[in-house]
Protein backbone atom coordinates (compact mmCIF):
# COMPACT_ATOMS: atom_id res chain seq x y z
CA UNK A 1 0.00 0.00 0.00
CA UNK A 2 1.78 3.69 -0.76
CA UNK A 3 1.95 5.89 2.43
CA UNK A 4 2.94 9.34 2.43
CA UNK A 5 6.16 10.44 4.00
CA UNK A 6 5.18 11.80 6.68
CA UNK A 7 2.93 8.65 7.98
CA UNK A 8 4.40 6.64 10.97
CA UNK A 9 2.02 3.65 10.53
CA UNK A 10 0.44 1.69 7.68
CA UNK A 11 -2.92 2.46 7.40
CA UNK A 12 -3.97 -1.58 6.16
CA UNK A 13 -2.01 -3.07 8.64
CA UNK A 14 -1.13 -0.92 11.08
CA UNK A 15 2.85 -1.68 10.83
CA UNK A 16 5.55 0.87 12.17
CA UNK A 17 6.72 2.32 9.41
CA UNK A 18 10.52 2.31 8.83
CA UNK A 19 12.72 5.51 8.44
CA UNK A 20 14.80 3.04 5.99
CA UNK A 21 11.26 3.31 3.50
CA UNK A 22 11.91 7.26 3.20
CA UNK A 23 15.63 6.38 2.40
CA UNK A 24 14.48 4.05 -0.11
CA UNK A 25 12.54 6.54 -1.96
CA UNK A 26 14.78 9.23 -1.61
CA UNK A 27 16.40 11.30 -4.56
CA UNK A 28 19.60 9.36 -5.40
CA UNK A 29 23.11 10.68 -4.11
CA UNK A 30 25.80 12.43 -6.01
CA UNK A 31 27.23 9.20 -6.80
CA UNK A 32 24.75 8.01 -8.94
CA UNK A 33 25.11 7.29 -12.37
CA UNK A 34 25.12 10.60 -14.61
CA UNK A 35 21.52 11.40 -15.86
CA UNK A 36 22.54 11.08 -19.64
CA UNK A 37 20.91 13.50 -22.16
CA UNK A 38 18.73 10.97 -24.74
CA UNK A 39 18.76 11.85 -28.32
CA UNK A 40 15.24 11.28 -28.51
CA UNK A 41 15.58 12.93 -32.81
CA UNK A 42 17.45 9.44 -34.02
CA UNK A 43 15.67 9.26 -36.34
CA UNK A 44 16.05 12.76 -37.91
CA UNK A 45 17.94 13.22 -40.86
CA UNK A 46 20.90 15.43 -41.89
CA UNK A 47 19.29 19.09 -43.54
CA UNK A 48 22.57 18.53 -46.41
CA UNK A 49 23.07 15.39 -48.66
CA UNK A 50 26.77 13.71 -47.73
CA UNK A 51 26.73 12.90 -51.04
CA UNK A 52 26.68 16.20 -53.01
CA UNK A 53 25.57 18.56 -50.48
CA UNK A 54 22.34 19.51 -52.05
CA UNK A 55 19.28 19.83 -49.87
CA UNK A 56 17.48 16.90 -48.16
CA UNK A 57 13.59 16.98 -48.52
CA UNK A 58 11.04 16.13 -46.28
CA UNK A 59 10.91 12.16 -47.27
CA UNK A 60 14.51 11.74 -46.27
CA UNK A 61 16.29 11.97 -49.79
CA UNK A 62 18.31 14.56 -51.57
CA UNK A 63 16.29 16.78 -53.73
CA UNK A 64 19.36 16.81 -55.94
CA UNK A 65 21.15 13.96 -56.34
CA UNK A 66 18.38 11.59 -55.01
CA UNK A 67 21.10 10.20 -52.11
CA UNK A 68 19.25 8.40 -49.21
CA UNK A 69 20.33 10.82 -46.41
CA UNK A 70 21.71 9.14 -43.22
CA UNK A 71 19.92 9.35 -39.68
CA UNK A 72 21.83 9.97 -36.89
CA UNK A 73 20.31 6.62 -35.50
CA UNK A 74 22.53 5.11 -38.77
CA UNK A 75 25.25 5.65 -36.22
CA UNK A 76 25.46 7.28 -33.18
CA UNK A 77 27.81 6.97 -29.51
CA UNK A 78 27.42 7.41 -26.12
CA UNK A 79 29.90 7.76 -23.28
CA UNK A 80 28.88 8.78 -19.88
CA UNK A 81 31.90 8.79 -18.09
CA UNK A 82 35.75 8.61 -19.70
CA UNK A 83 36.03 4.51 -19.05
CA UNK A 84 32.73 3.63 -20.74
CA UNK A 85 31.95 4.45 -23.73
CA UNK A 86 29.86 2.49 -27.04
CA UNK A 87 29.17 2.79 -30.86
CA UNK A 88 26.33 2.15 -33.13
CA UNK A 89 26.34 1.77 -36.50
CA UNK A 90 23.93 0.69 -38.93
CA UNK A 91 26.89 -1.02 -40.63
CA UNK A 92 26.80 -1.53 -44.55
CA UNK A 93 24.20 -4.01 -46.05
CA UNK A 94 21.08 -3.31 -43.84
CA UNK A 95 18.85 0.08 -44.71
CA UNK A 96 18.35 0.83 -41.09
CA UNK A 97 20.01 0.40 -37.66
CA UNK A 98 17.91 -1.84 -35.59
CA UNK A 99 20.83 -2.32 -32.58
CA UNK A 100 20.64 -0.37 -29.89
CA UNK A 101 23.03 0.51 -26.59
CA UNK A 102 22.51 2.33 -23.48
CA UNK A 103 25.04 2.96 -20.90
CA UNK A 104 25.37 4.54 -17.41
CA UNK A 105 28.38 4.75 -15.17
CA UNK A 106 30.07 6.71 -12.11
CA UNK A 107 33.14 9.11 -12.87
CA UNK A 108 35.70 7.06 -10.97
CA UNK A 109 36.84 4.38 -13.39
CA UNK A 110 36.56 0.69 -12.31
CA UNK A 111 33.29 1.72 -9.81
CA UNK A 112 29.69 1.73 -11.12
CA UNK A 113 28.64 1.42 -14.59
CA UNK A 114 26.08 -0.32 -16.62
CA UNK A 115 26.18 -1.22 -19.98
CA UNK A 116 22.66 -2.67 -21.77
CA UNK A 117 23.41 -3.97 -26.04
CA UNK A 118 19.54 -4.99 -27.73
CA UNK A 119 19.99 -6.03 -31.43
CA UNK A 120 16.24 -5.74 -33.36
CA UNK A 121 15.13 -8.91 -35.15
CA UNK A 122 15.18 -7.51 -38.86
CA UNK A 123 12.39 -9.71 -39.91
CA UNK A 124 10.07 -7.76 -37.07
CA UNK A 125 7.81 -4.72 -36.81
CA UNK A 126 9.32 -1.80 -35.69
CA UNK A 127 12.34 -3.89 -34.42
CA UNK A 128 14.77 -0.77 -34.33
CA UNK A 129 12.44 0.79 -31.96
CA UNK A 130 12.11 -1.63 -30.28
CA UNK A 131 15.55 -2.26 -29.80
CA UNK A 132 16.16 1.30 -28.35
CA UNK A 133 13.05 1.43 -26.18
CA UNK A 134 14.33 -2.06 -24.43
CA UNK A 135 17.83 -0.79 -24.09
CA UNK A 136 17.12 2.46 -22.45
CA UNK A 137 14.52 1.02 -20.05
CA UNK A 138 16.46 -1.40 -18.40
CA UNK A 139 19.44 0.49 -18.07
CA UNK A 140 17.33 3.33 -16.31
CA UNK A 141 16.25 0.26 -14.16
CA UNK A 142 19.41 -1.34 -13.52
CA UNK A 143 21.27 2.83 -12.88
CA UNK A 144 18.54 3.03 -10.80
CA UNK A 145 19.16 0.85 -7.67
CA UNK A 146 22.25 0.52 -5.50
CA UNK A 147 20.83 -2.18 -3.29
CA UNK A 148 24.08 -3.98 -2.05
CA UNK A 149 21.77 -6.85 0.00
CA UNK A 150 23.41 -7.30 3.06
CA UNK A 151 26.70 -6.30 2.61
CA UNK A 152 27.91 -9.47 1.72
CA UNK A 153 29.16 -11.06 -0.98
CA UNK A 154 26.76 -13.49 -2.03
CA UNK A 155 24.03 -11.03 -1.09
CA UNK A 156 25.45 -8.50 -3.58
CA UNK A 157 25.39 -10.91 -6.54
CA UNK A 158 21.85 -11.99 -5.75
CA UNK A 159 21.33 -8.34 -5.32
CA UNK A 160 22.42 -7.59 -8.72
CA UNK A 161 20.84 -10.49 -10.13
CA UNK A 162 17.53 -9.49 -9.07
CA UNK A 163 18.18 -5.82 -10.69
CA UNK A 164 19.25 -7.74 -13.72
CA UNK A 165 15.83 -9.64 -13.98
CA UNK A 166 13.81 -6.53 -12.92
CA UNK A 167 15.78 -4.62 -15.82
CA UNK A 168 14.82 -7.25 -18.36
CA UNK A 169 11.25 -7.45 -17.12
CA UNK A 170 11.15 -3.88 -17.87
CA UNK A 171 12.78 -4.08 -21.28
CA UNK A 172 10.47 -6.84 -21.90
CA UNK A 173 7.40 -5.01 -21.28
CA UNK A 174 9.32 -1.84 -23.45
CA UNK A 175 8.74 -4.38 -26.52
CA UNK A 176 5.69 -5.40 -25.56
CA UNK A 177 4.70 -1.48 -26.09
CA UNK A 178 6.11 -1.15 -28.58
CA UNK A 179 4.20 -4.52 -30.45
CA UNK A 180 1.19 -3.04 -29.54
CA UNK A 181 1.20 0.46 -30.98
CA UNK A 182 2.28 -1.50 -33.93
CA UNK A 183 -0.59 -3.48 -34.26
CA UNK A 184 -3.00 -0.72 -34.49
CA UNK A 185 -4.33 -1.08 -38.16
CA UNK A 186 -1.85 -3.68 -38.91
CA UNK A 187 -3.01 -7.54 -38.56
CA UNK A 188 -0.33 -9.12 -40.12
CA UNK A 189 3.17 -9.61 -39.61
CA UNK A 190 6.10 -10.26 -37.15
CA UNK A 191 5.82 -8.94 -33.92
CA UNK A 192 8.87 -6.54 -32.39
CA UNK A 193 11.71 -8.17 -31.04
CA UNK A 194 14.69 -7.67 -29.92
CA UNK A 195 17.79 -9.52 -28.10
CA UNK A 196 19.09 -8.27 -24.85
CA UNK A 197 22.46 -8.25 -22.84
CA UNK A 198 23.38 -6.12 -19.86
CA UNK A 199 26.79 -5.70 -18.05
CA UNK A 200 26.68 -4.21 -14.34
CA UNK A 201 29.91 -3.47 -12.62
CA UNK A 202 30.33 -3.13 -9.07
CA UNK A 203 33.56 -2.16 -8.49
CA UNK A 204 35.34 -5.63 -8.53
CA UNK A 205 31.85 -7.67 -9.07
CA UNK A 206 30.97 -7.99 -13.00
CA UNK A 207 27.07 -9.62 -13.34
CA UNK A 208 25.96 -10.07 -16.55
CA UNK A 209 22.78 -11.32 -17.71
CA UNK A 210 21.55 -12.23 -21.81
CA UNK A 211 18.51 -13.14 -23.70
CA UNK A 212 19.72 -14.06 -27.15
CA UNK A 213 23.08 -13.61 -28.99
CA UNK A 214 24.33 -10.53 -28.14
CA UNK A 215 27.62 -11.21 -26.07
CA UNK A 216 30.00 -9.76 -23.25
CA UNK A 217 33.15 -10.86 -22.92
CA UNK A 218 36.21 -10.63 -20.38
CA UNK A 219 39.09 -9.52 -22.22
CA UNK A 220 42.39 -9.40 -19.55
CA UNK A 221 45.31 -7.26 -20.72
CA UNK A 222 47.43 -10.58 -19.86
CA UNK A 223 46.07 -13.77 -19.48
CA UNK A 224 42.99 -16.21 -20.89
CA UNK A 225 40.16 -14.28 -22.60
CA UNK A 226 36.44 -15.35 -21.56
CA UNK A 227 33.08 -15.02 -23.14
CA UNK A 228 30.68 -14.76 -20.01
CA UNK A 229 27.45 -15.63 -21.64
CA UNK A 230 26.18 -18.39 -23.89
CA UNK A 231 24.13 -17.99 -26.97
CA UNK A 232 20.09 -18.94 -26.61
CA UNK A 233 20.83 -19.68 -30.38
CA UNK A 234 20.46 -23.05 -32.80
CA UNK A 235 24.03 -22.62 -33.64
CA UNK A 236 25.01 -23.09 -30.01
CA UNK A 237 22.78 -26.14 -29.35
CA UNK A 238 24.76 -27.44 -32.33
CA UNK A 239 28.10 -26.30 -30.35
CA UNK A 240 26.87 -28.08 -27.37
CA UNK A 241 26.51 -31.46 -29.27
CA UNK A 242 29.67 -31.29 -30.38
CA UNK A 243 29.43 -29.19 -33.87
CA UNK A 244 33.01 -27.37 -34.24
CA UNK A 245 32.15 -23.44 -33.23
CA UNK A 246 33.01 -22.16 -36.69
CA UNK A 247 31.18 -24.45 -38.50
CA UNK A 248 28.46 -24.45 -36.45
CA UNK A 249 27.94 -20.42 -36.40
CA UNK A 250 28.39 -20.49 -40.36
CA UNK A 251 26.09 -23.11 -40.92
CA UNK A 252 22.44 -22.84 -42.36
CA UNK A 253 19.88 -21.51 -39.42
CA UNK A 254 23.41 -20.05 -37.62
CA UNK A 255 21.80 -17.23 -36.25
CA UNK A 256 18.87 -18.55 -35.64
CA UNK A 257 17.57 -17.50 -32.04
CA UNK A 258 15.70 -19.76 -29.65
CA UNK A 259 14.74 -16.87 -26.96
CA UNK A 260 14.52 -13.04 -27.04
CA UNK A 261 11.76 -10.39 -25.86
CA UNK A 262 8.61 -9.95 -27.57
CA UNK A 263 4.80 -10.88 -27.04
CA UNK A 264 5.46 -14.55 -29.00
CA UNK A 265 9.00 -14.93 -26.82
CA UNK A 266 9.15 -18.48 -25.07
CA UNK A 267 10.36 -17.02 -22.18
CA UNK A 268 12.43 -13.63 -20.97
CA UNK A 269 14.58 -14.73 -17.70
CA UNK A 270 17.90 -13.74 -18.32
CA UNK A 271 20.72 -16.07 -18.20
CA UNK A 272 23.52 -15.00 -15.64
CA UNK A 273 27.30 -14.65 -15.19
CA UNK A 274 29.36 -13.26 -12.52
CA UNK A 275 33.08 -12.87 -12.32
CA UNK A 276 35.37 -11.13 -9.84
CA UNK A 277 37.45 -8.56 -11.97
CA UNK A 278 41.09 -9.04 -10.37
CA UNK A 279 43.34 -8.01 -13.09
CA UNK A 280 43.65 -5.21 -15.78
CA UNK A 281 41.21 -5.57 -18.62
CA UNK A 282 38.12 -4.88 -21.27
CA UNK A 283 34.56 -5.36 -20.84
CA UNK A 284 32.76 -5.65 -24.16
CA UNK A 285 29.70 -6.28 -25.18
CA UNK A 286 28.06 -6.79 -28.38
CA UNK A 287 25.81 -7.42 -31.14
CA UNK A 288 26.48 -10.29 -33.69
CA UNK A 289 27.20 -7.65 -36.18
CA UNK A 290 30.96 -7.89 -34.51
CA UNK A 291 31.18 -11.04 -33.41
CA UNK A 292 30.09 -12.24 -36.78
CA UNK A 293 33.22 -11.61 -37.57
CA UNK A 294 35.56 -12.71 -34.38
CA UNK A 295 33.71 -15.20 -32.23
CA UNK A 296 36.20 -16.75 -30.09
CA UNK A 297 37.25 -14.88 -27.10
CA UNK A 298 41.32 -15.21 -27.54
CA UNK A 299 40.90 -13.62 -31.11
CA UNK A 300 38.68 -11.24 -29.91
CA UNK A 301 41.31 -10.11 -27.31
CA UNK A 302 43.81 -10.26 -30.45
CA UNK A 303 41.90 -8.07 -32.57
CA UNK A 304 41.38 -5.31 -29.71
CA UNK A 305 44.89 -5.30 -29.40
CA UNK A 306 45.64 -4.48 -32.78
CA UNK A 307 42.87 -2.07 -32.90
CA UNK A 308 44.47 -0.62 -30.00
CA UNK A 309 47.31 0.25 -31.44
CA UNK A 310 50.44 0.85 -29.74
CA UNK A 311 49.39 0.86 -26.42
CA UNK A 312 46.07 -0.79 -25.88
CA UNK A 313 45.47 -0.95 -22.69
CA UNK A 314 45.81 2.99 -22.83
CA UNK A 315 43.06 2.81 -25.07
CA UNK A 316 40.52 5.69 -25.09
CA UNK A 317 37.16 3.62 -25.02
CA UNK A 318 35.12 5.43 -27.56
CA UNK A 319 37.85 5.50 -29.92
CA UNK A 320 38.57 1.81 -29.55
CA UNK A 321 34.70 1.14 -29.50
CA UNK A 322 34.75 2.95 -32.95
CA UNK A 323 38.06 1.06 -34.09
CA UNK A 324 36.18 -2.70 -33.90
CA UNK A 325 33.15 -0.87 -35.48
CA UNK A 326 34.90 0.26 -38.39
CA UNK A 327 36.58 -3.19 -39.00
CA UNK A 328 33.49 -5.34 -38.35
CA UNK A 329 32.09 -2.92 -41.39
CA UNK A 330 35.42 -3.63 -43.18
CA UNK A 331 34.91 -7.10 -43.71
CA UNK A 332 31.86 -6.94 -44.97
CA UNK A 333 29.20 -4.85 -42.49
CA UNK A 334 26.58 -7.42 -42.93
CA UNK A 335 24.74 -7.09 -39.82
CA UNK A 336 24.40 -3.67 -37.52
CA UNK A 337 27.11 -3.10 -35.33
CA UNK A 338 27.02 -2.26 -31.87
CA UNK A 339 30.43 -2.48 -29.64
CA UNK A 340 30.26 -0.95 -25.89
CA UNK A 341 33.45 -1.21 -23.91
CA UNK A 342 34.45 -0.54 -20.08
CA UNK A 343 37.68 -0.28 -19.03
CA UNK A 344 39.23 -1.57 -15.58
CA UNK A 345 42.59 -0.47 -14.48
CA UNK A 346 42.61 -1.11 -11.01
CA UNK A 347 39.62 -2.85 -9.31
CA UNK A 348 39.41 -3.11 -5.73
CA UNK A 349 39.49 -5.96 -3.63
CA UNK A 350 36.22 -7.08 -2.24
CA UNK A 351 37.42 -7.16 1.29
CA UNK A 352 38.31 -3.64 0.95
CA UNK A 353 34.90 -2.75 -0.18
CA UNK A 354 32.54 -4.30 1.90
CA UNK A 355 35.06 -2.77 5.23
CA UNK A 356 34.85 0.63 4.38
Not at 72 to 100: S, Y
Not at 221 to 249: C, H, K, N
Request: hydrophobic share 40%; aromatic share 4%; glycine share 8%.
Amino acid sequence: MAVASSEQFCEACGAVLSPTVAAAEAVPSEASPQAIPEPDDLGATAATCQTCGGEVISDGYCGTCGARAPTLRDHFTEQPAAWVAAVCDRGIRHPRNEDAVALAADDEPGSRAVIVVCDGVSNSIDSDVASLAAARVARDVLGSSRSRGMGTAPSLVAAVIARLEAATDAASEAVLEVTHVARVGAATGNPASCTFVAAVVEEDLLVVGSVGDSRVYWLPDAGTAVALTVDDSFAQEQIASGVPRAEAETGPQSHGITRWLGIDAPSHSPTTATMTLAEPGWILACSDGLWNYCSEAQDLATLVQKAGGSSPAAAEPLTLAGALVDWANAQGGQDNVSVALARIDSPAPRSTREEA
